[in-house]
Nanobody, 124 residues
Framework: QVQLVESGGGLVQTGGSLRLSCEAS????????VAWFRQAPGKERDFVAA????????WSAGSVKGRFTITRDNAKNTVYLEMNSLKPEDTAVYYC?????????????????WGQGTQVTVSS
């Protein structure tokens, strides 16, 4: 089992920044990748970014490239999502997820463990 706890969400104005954190505990050695997804009301859960638990490979959705950066601190078992130049369309609940397998990194069905989510609201 892997437990994930997100933090760092909040209310920010357009153009502002936030940093989300995802702290992992439990059998983290079995983790292949950690990702951030987001879900706005009435919409599907969308892939935002992911990072390999070991190594430096990262993936990002086209809508956030150049604005969002995913990083990892192994010593703290924590993955971060640095979000800059935020837009109202970034408003959503952001979820952290962990996968133990390779491939289909943007498919939420590939992830076995999920955090409780953290709300991000960007005002216009």
């Amino acid at each position: 089992q892997v437990q994930l706890v997100e933090s760092g969400g909040g209310l920010v104005q357009t153009g502002g920044s936030l940093r989300l954190s995802c702290e992992a505990s439990g059998r983290t050695f079995s983790t292949y990748a950690v990702a951030w997804f987001r879900q706005a009301p009435g919409k599907e859960r969308d892939f935002v970014a992911a990072i390999r638990w070991s190594g430096s490979t990262t993936w990002s959705a086209g809508s956030v490239k150049g604005r969002f950066t995913i990083t990892r601190d192994n010593a703290k078992n924590t993955v971060y999502l640095e979000m800059n130049s935020l837009k109202p369309e970034d408003t959503a609940v952001y979820y952290c997820a962990a996968s133990g397998v390779d491939g289909a990194i943007s498919n939420p069905g590939r992830y076995d463990y999920w955090g409780q989510g953290t709300q991000v609201t960007v005002s216009s």
